[in-house]
Protein backbone atom coordinates (compact mmCIF):
# COMPACT_ATOMS: atom_id res chain seq x y z
CA UNK A 1 0.00 0.00 0.00
CA UNK A 2 0.89 3.80 -0.87
CA UNK A 3 0.31 6.23 1.73
CA UNK A 4 0.94 10.09 0.12
CA UNK A 5 0.76 13.30 2.28
CA UNK A 6 2.63 16.29 2.27
CA UNK A 7 4.44 15.34 -0.38
CA UNK A 8 6.23 12.76 -0.05
CA UNK A 9 5.67 8.98 -0.06
CA UNK A 10 6.88 5.64 0.92
CA UNK A 11 5.98 2.13 -0.17
CA UNK A 12 6.33 -1.27 2.09
CA UNK A 13 6.62 -4.44 0.87
CA UNK A 14 6.06 -7.82 3.05
CA UNK A 15 5.62 -11.23 2.52
CA UNK A 16 3.99 -14.11 4.61
CA UNK A 17 3.70 -18.17 4.31
CA UNK A 18 1.53 -20.03 6.82
CA UNK A 19 2.75 -18.75 10.25
CA UNK A 20 6.00 -17.54 8.84
CA UNK A 21 6.27 -13.64 8.09
CA UNK A 22 9.17 -12.90 5.89
CA UNK A 23 10.46 -8.69 6.27
CA UNK A 24 8.69 -5.49 5.82
CA UNK A 25 10.67 -3.31 3.95
CA UNK A 26 9.91 0.23 3.94
CA UNK A 27 11.03 1.53 0.39
CA UNK A 28 11.23 5.76 0.15
CA UNK A 29 12.37 5.88 -3.64
CA UNK A 30 10.57 5.56 -6.90
CA UNK A 31 8.95 2.39 -6.59
CA UNK A 32 8.71 1.01 -10.49
CA UNK A 33 9.29 -2.75 -11.58
CA UNK A 34 13.29 -2.26 -11.39
CA UNK A 35 12.54 -1.47 -7.71
CA UNK A 36 9.76 -4.29 -7.16
CA UNK A 37 12.24 -6.69 -8.95
CA UNK A 38 15.64 -5.17 -6.47
CA UNK A 39 13.16 -5.60 -3.79
CA UNK A 40 12.54 -9.03 -4.35
CA UNK A 41 15.42 -10.49 -5.18
CA UNK A 42 17.57 -8.77 -1.58
CA UNK A 43 14.75 -9.38 0.80
CA UNK A 44 12.89 -12.96 -0.52
CA UNK A 45 15.73 -15.15 -0.63
CA UNK A 46 16.90 -15.10 2.83
CA UNK A 47 13.40 -15.65 3.94
CA UNK A 48 12.76 -18.84 1.53
CA UNK A 49 15.74 -20.63 3.17
CA UNK A 50 15.38 -19.71 6.66
CA UNK A 51 11.96 -21.06 7.37
CA UNK A 52 11.65 -23.81 5.23
CA UNK A 53 13.99 -26.30 7.36
CA UNK A 54 11.68 -29.72 5.81
CA UNK A 55 12.56 -31.63 3.01
CA UNK A 56 9.64 -30.27 1.06
CA UNK A 57 11.34 -27.24 -0.93
CA UNK A 58 8.07 -26.75 -3.25
CA UNK A 59 7.03 -23.50 -2.92
CA UNK A 60 5.50 -20.94 -5.30
CA UNK A 61 5.75 -17.18 -5.45
CA UNK A 62 2.21 -15.49 -6.09
CA UNK A 63 2.20 -11.55 -5.92
CA UNK A 64 -1.45 -9.56 -5.70
CA UNK A 65 -1.25 -8.31 -9.66
CA UNK A 66 -0.88 -4.88 -9.17
CA UNK A 67 0.02 -3.01 -11.76
CA UNK A 68 3.48 -2.40 -10.43
CA UNK A 69 3.95 -6.30 -10.56
CA UNK A 70 3.08 -6.39 -14.44
CA UNK A 71 4.97 -3.61 -14.94
CA UNK A 72 6.89 -3.79 -18.42
CA UNK A 73 9.84 -2.12 -17.56
CA UNK A 74 10.57 -4.95 -15.55
CA UNK A 75 13.96 -6.83 -16.45
Known amino acids: PKMQ ?6 SVWGCMVGGARGPLVIYSGKFDGPAYVKIIEEALPSFIEN ?3 SSNKNWMFLHDNAPLHRSLNIP
Open 5 to 10: GGGGSI
Open 51 to 53: PFE
